[in-house]
């Protein structure tokens, strides 16, 4: 899982690295929130901590940015030293999922990560999504171009499925590799290079089908509808 963490003070990053480098978890240190938002329009996390008082700003600041203008599910954890009531009510109706107050249980924030993600992951998406000519039957792990069933592996229909639920979304090799393959594959990026030009002839990607996938030199890709030149 790939956190985004909002945090300034230098003692607590340390705490998260502490804590979170023993497990599968990747992570991201921002220490502003103008640098946090920007971010959010560029990358893909499955779940943000956000620290209460920033330089910038406050979290009701953060929780009213992303809720209302990016990411309207994406699980939101508070951590703060406040720990009055008012806070965590303000906190919880704009948006945050979970509060917690800093403190040394910290593998107490752990299991409430990991209780986050597991109802996030419940949420399901619908079984069937239509992208103009394309169709994803995640059920049978299926997708069909123009009505026409294709032929992918189950990892080339992973990361299909995951490209076209994150469009116009810059996805980097390494966060590619994790999602579809898990931190502990030992592969090499060029892996995600051989997969993405399968499933780009195997699915067509191309203005015909208005999608296709872009690839940025050194980094890695994004799925995004294809431009058509102006009638005239």
């Not at 920033?54 to 203008?69: H, I, Q, S, W």
């Not at 008012?86 to 107050?101: E, I, R």
């Not at 290079?193 to 089908?209: E, F």
Request: hydrophobic letters at 35%; one cysteine or more.
């Amino acid at each position: 899982m790939r956190l985004g963490i909002l945090e300034d003070e230098v003692t607590q990053i340390s705490i998260y690295e502490l804590l979170f480098s023993p497990t599968r978890h990747q992570y991201e240190f921002f220490g502003t929130i103008s640098s946090f938002m920007e971010a959010l329009k560029q990358e893909k996390f499955d779940l943000l901590i956000i620290d209460w008082m920033l330089p910038d700003g406050t979290a009701e600041e953060v929780l009213n940015g992303v809720r209302k203008t990016l990411h309207s599910t994406i699980p939101i954890i508070c951590v703060t030293s406040r720990n009055n009531e008012s806070d965590v009510v303000t906190a919880l109706h704009m948006g945050a999922d979970d509060y917690f107050v800093k403190s040394p249980r910290y593998f107490e924030l752990l299991a409430r990560i990991e209780s986050l993600a597991r109802r996030n992951r419940e949420k399901q998406t619908p079984a069937h999504l239509q992208f103009g000519p394309y169709e994803i039957d995640q059920e049978n792990q299926e997708i069909t171009v123009a009505g026409k069933r294709t032929d992918l592996t189950q990892k080339e229909f992973l990361l299909a499925c995951y490209l076209f639920q994150n469009p116009n979304k810059l996805l980097s090799r390494v966060h590619l590799l994790e999602k579809i393959w898990g931190l502990a594959a030992e592969i090499d990026t060029r892996t995600i290079d051989t997969h993405i030009s399968r499933i780009r002839n195997k699915l067509n990607l191309s203005s015909q089908n208005d999608w296709d996938i872009t690839t940025i030199y050194g980094y890695g890709y994004r799925l995004q509808q294809a431009k058509h030149p102006a009638l005239t």
